[in-house]
């Protein structure tokens, strides 16, 4: 295995000849919002395989295609259970009752009112990657496996801040969220987590969330699993204990070798992804290359990121982009000199709290063949003499 030390990009120089049209031509007037240029207009979300009901599904973040940490708002992954509400903000509100000294309803124009709190984040889908559970390696690009993923900066009001003006009785270990959406998706959320660091947020990317996205207020679950995030948010019901609901009994609840199951699991784990070089790239001759990709973990920053070109015989530390967050996309570089021979790629990330992301093997020994919820296996992609870049155990 063999990394560079830089990376050469020099190219020849066009031919000369008549100068293109937009030197001399004047370009098009002002636009009320901006939209990608025409020829990157395919860079679109990947919508999932059709479900028997209409508006239950997702759509794929194309992280293969994208640069950076931030995730543009068209582009962030979405999971819904019965469409996208459209919902009139002047008709909303969010109600917090339950085990409280005082229940409470806040409007939308009440809480832009409260003070705000922005942080970066990534949201993952539970079920994000699940496709490495599989007996045979998937033949998709990276962002169309491990596409429900995004990282974006949020901004709202601290749930604290609400509970604190509600007050909360001695009773409450649980808040029950609950979205306006026609499936009425609710969830259980451990008070003290709530407490900690969550967030009704209202903003995405410094604008309105989107519907897609869930305006007008949406919950934020820093590092915990995507189904904790509620959209459309309309209800915080404290309770002492969960409510036991299809998405943390039949679902996210897995059979574990021992017979005994995992549920609550909540922490998104250790995990990184090379998006480039991935499935259905071409290296067009031996020559240097960039080897980039984004790291993420649910437990706080990343703190390292290794690299192997030979099937995990050999690594390499890999530069990270910095500022590192906590619980936000971290993106490594590192470049790579390809002799033209047969590779296989992978990265390894760690945090700073000591997790380390395992093989794929590691995990299945761990965890069995009944699962199906955060899968963080290294992932491999093999490359081929003729420089076609695939998928690989």
């Known amino acids: 295995m063999v990394f560079a030390t830089a990376v050469g990009a020099g190219t020849t120089q066009p031919a000369q000849g008549e100068d293109p049209a937009w030197l001399h031509e004047p370009g098009a007037p002002f636009s009320a919002y901006g939209q990608p240029a025409q020829t990157e207009r395919g860079t679109t979300r990947r919508i999932g395989a059709n ?32 469409g996208v509400p459209r919902i009139d903000p002047a008709r909303h509100s969010l109600t917090l009752h339950g085990q409280v000294e005082q229940p409470l309803s806040f409007t939308v124009k009440s809480l832009l009112r409260y ?8 949201i993952e889908c539970g079920g994000n990657s699940n496709a490495g559970w ?21 901004t709202g009001v601290p749930v604290s801040l609400l509970l604190d003006e509600a007050g909360v009785q001695p009773t409450a270990k649980w808040i029950i969220a609950e979205g306006a959406d026609a499936g009425a998706m609710n969830v259980s959320i451990p008070l003290a987590k709530m407490r900690d660091d969550c967030l009704v947020a209202l903003y995405q990317n410094g604008e309105r969330l ?29 309770a002492d204990q969960p409510v036991m609901a299809r998405n943390e009994t039949s679902k996210y609840t897995e059979l574990m070798p021992s017979g005994k199951a995992r549920q609550f699991t909540f922490t998104m784990e250790c995990k ?65 000199r390809w002799d ?18 395992p093989t794929r ?29 695939a998928h690989t155990y």
Not at 342 to 349: I, Q
Request: with cysteine; glycine share 10%.
């Open 51 to 82: 479900r028997a009901v209409a508006g239950n599904g997702v759509s794929f973040t194309p992280l293969d295609e994208l640069e950076g940490v931030i995730t543009p708002n068209g582009l962030h992954f979405e999971r819904h259970h019965n």
């Open 210 to 238: 989107r519907p897609e996205n869930g305006y007008p207020m949406r919950l934020i679950v820093p590092g915990w699993e995507g189904v904790l995030h509620v959209k459309w948010l309309q209800r915080l019901e404290l």
């Open 115 to 122: 003070p705000m709190h922005s942080q970066m984040l990534f």
């Open 272 to 336: 990184s992804l090379i998006t480039s070089p991935s499935h259905g790239h071409t290296l067009p001759r031996p020559d240097i290359y960039q080897v980039s990709g984004l790291a993420w973990s649910g437990h706080g920053r990343i703190r390292k990121v290794e690299v192997s070109a030979d099937g995990g015989r050999s690594w390499a530390v890999a530069a990270l982009q910095t500022p590192v967050l906590a619980r936000c996309f971290t993106r490594f570089r590192i470049p790579w």
């Open 340 to 357: 033209g021979r047969p590779a296989v790629l992978m990265s390894r990330a760690s945090d700073e709290h000591g997790h380390v992301q």
């Open 134 to 154: 599989h007996t045979e390696p998937m033949q998709r690009p990276a962002g169309s496996m491990h596409g429900l993923v995004s990282c974006a900066e949020w």
């Open 361 to 389: 093997a590691a995990l299945i020994a761990e965890r069995g063949r009944s699962g199906y919820f955060h899968y963080n296996g290294i992932v491999s992609w093999a490359v081929d003499e003729d420089g076609s870049v």
